[in-house]
């Protein structure tokens, strides 16, 4: 019976033994497949980095001074007024598409720095959000705007989700503290995040809660227990860009913002922004091809987008000047209608409809 015991015993001990060898090399096994499938992504991302195209010709023939700005002379002085004095302003822009409003916000920060009184210093940050791609988060796991905080629960594994501990992430109205925030198409905000914008702007703080957060809770980092007694700095000028019309924006957000309005731009400027972005990419064309496309383009974005598809043709067939034909090629192609058509059409709708 003893002998029977024994024999009973030492099975189980071996089969135990083995589960346990078994789970241990499988362990080990994932381990090493884990750490080698993070080398393998690791070296793709590397030689992601190596490969680059070039720069598109509507980024080289972007304005790199406010000089560089054409047709906007009422607008950028109003811009420069409200941004670059010792009293910055948040700021409104409104107007058409494509005339220059993101162009001159980009400028603006390092404009305001030449002047001696500014308050932004050297290296204050321009920081760019984009509203068409910020959306309501109920729950406020992400909130790249304002900012938000990841909780344990969200935060799964990790030193900070094991601990319990809540983790405070900046958003873009913090990453612009001492410098700018550049809300582009401000009008297409959710009204709620802008409710929360308008709160960082009179707080010039952003202030957090987690029901995580304890503040007798020892095992939270100090600098954690600061941002949520504190709040996160979030003291910057905000400029907000909008091809809306100012009836449309929330009067809230309008009435704490200098409002600055760029116009439709005139065929002299078109011309005039033709031939800067001719020479910033690098074209030469041929008498009269300039004063063609002026016809043809509604405004700067048009004229830089039918330079860079002139430019391209032109090259690829081994060329280096652009004639008359080539441009009324890409005219035709992209089917541009002429400037003089449109306000033609456009009187024949209004009288239709009268
Ligand atoms: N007034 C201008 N002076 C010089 N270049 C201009 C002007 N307007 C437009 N451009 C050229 O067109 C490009 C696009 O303009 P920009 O992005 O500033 O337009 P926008 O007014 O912000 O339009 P949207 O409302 O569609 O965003 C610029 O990078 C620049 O190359
Ligand atoms: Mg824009």
Same mark, same amino acid.
């Given at each position: 019976?003893?002998?029977?015991?024994?024999?009973?015993?030492?099975?189980?001990?071996?089969?135990?033994?083995?589960?346990?060898?078994? !789970?241990? #090399?499988?362990?080990?096994?994932? %381990?090493?497949?884990?750490?080698?499938?993070?080398?393998?992504?690791?070296?793709?991302?590397? !030689?992601?980095?190596?490969?680059?195209?070039?720069?598109?010709?509507? %980024?080289?023939?972007? @304005?790199?001074?406010?000089?560089?700005?054409?047709?906007?002379?009422?607008?950028?002085?109003?811009?420069?007024?409200? $941004?670059?004095?010792?009293?910055?302003?948040?700021?409104?822009?409104? +107007? @058409?598409?494509?005339?220059?409003?993101?162009?001159?916000?980009?400028?603006?920060?390092?404009?305001?720095?030449?002047? *001696?009184?500014?308050?932004?210093?050297?290296?204050?940050?321009?920081?760019?959000?984009?509203?068409?791609?910020?959306?309501?988060?109920?729950?406020?796991?992400?909130?790249?705007?304002? +900012?938000?905080?990841?909780?344990?629960?969200?935060? +799964?594994?990790?030193?900070?989700?094991?601990?319990?501990?809540?983790? @405070?992430?900046?958003?873009?109205?913090?990453?612009?503290?001492?410098?700018?925030?550049?809300?582009?198409?401000?009008?297409?905000?959710?009204?709620?995040?802008?409710? #929360?914008?308008?709160?960082?702007?009179?707080? !010039?703080?952003?202030?957090? %809660?987690?029901?995580?957060?304890?503040?007798?809770?020892?095992?939270?980092?100090?600098?954690?227990?600061?941002?949520?007694?504190?709040?996160? @700095?979030?003291?910057?000028?905000?400029?907000?860009?909008?091809?809306?019309?100012?009836? &449309?924006? *929330?009067?809230?957000?309008?009435?704490?913002?200098?409002?600055?309005?760029?116009?439709?731009?005139?065929?002299?400027?078109?011309?005039?922004?033709?031939?800067?972005? !001719?020479?910033?990419? +690098?074209?030469?064309?041929?008498?009269?091809?300039?004063?063609?496309?002026?016809?043809?383009?509604?405004?700067?974005?048009?004229?830089?987008?039918? $330079?860079?598809?002139?430019?391209?043709?032109?090259?690829?067939?081994?060329?280096?000047?652009?004639?008359?034909? &080539?441009? %009324?090629?890409?005219?035709?192609?992209?089917?541009?209608?002429?400037?003089?058509?449109?306000?033609?059409?456009?009187?024949?709708?209004?009288?239709?409809?009268?």
């Amino acid at each position: 019976m003893a002998e029977f015991t024994a024999a009973v015993q030492l099975i189980f001990t071996i089969i135990i033994g083995m589960y346990f060898f078994m !789970r241990l #090399r499988n362990e080990s096994g994932n %381990e090493k497949a884990a750490v080698q499938d993070g080398k393998r992504e690791a070296e793709r991302i590397n !030689r992601m980095r190596h490969i680059s195209l070039t720069e598109p010709l509507t %980024e080289a023939a972007r @304005p790199t001074e406010m000089s560089g700005i054409i047709g906007q002379d009422n607008g950028v002085r109003a811009l420069k007024a409200a $941004l670059c004095g010792k009293n910055p302003q948040h700021v409104l822009i409104y +107007g @058409p598409p494509g005339v220059g409003k993101t162009a001159a916000a980009r400028l603006a920060l390092e404009e305001a720095k030449k002047s *001696p009184s500014t308050p932004f210093a050297k290296n204050a940050k321009f920081i760019e959000a984009d509203a068409t791609i910020m959306r309501f988060d109920e729950r406020s796991i992400a909130d790249p705007l304002i +900012g938000s905080v990841h909780d344990p629960i969200y935060q +799964g594994a990790g030193a900070f989700g094991d601990a319990g501990i809540p983790q @405070p992430k900046e958003g873009a109205v913090s990453k612009a503290h001492g410098g700018v925030l550049f809300i582009d198409e401000i009008g297409e905000l959710p009204p709620v995040q802008l409710n #929360r914008l308008l709160k960082v702007l009179e707080d !010039r703080k952003v202030y957090f %809660e987690s029901a995580y957060y304890s503040e007798n809770n020892k095992k939270i980092p100090t600098y954690i227990h600061d941002i949520f007694q504190n709040g996160l @700095p979030a003291d910057f000028r905000m400029i907000g860009a909008t091809t809306k019309s100012p009836n &449309d924006i *929330p009067e809230a957000i309008r009435s704490r913002c200098v409002e600055v309005f760029f116009n439709e731009l005139n065929r002299s400027d078109i011309i005039k922004i033709l031939e800067n972005a !001719r020479v910033m990419i +690098g074209l030469a064309l041929a008498d009269g091809v300039i004063e063609y496309i002026a016809d043809y383009a509604r405004n700067g974005r048009d004229s830089v987008k039918i $330079l860079q598809t002139l430019s391209n043709t032109v090259s690829l067939d081994g060329r280096y000047i652009a004639e008359l034909k &080539d441009a %009324e090629w890409v005219i035709k192609t992209g089917h541009y209608t002429k400037n003089d058509a449109k306000i033609i059409d456009i009187s024949f709708v209004k009288t239709k409809n009268n």
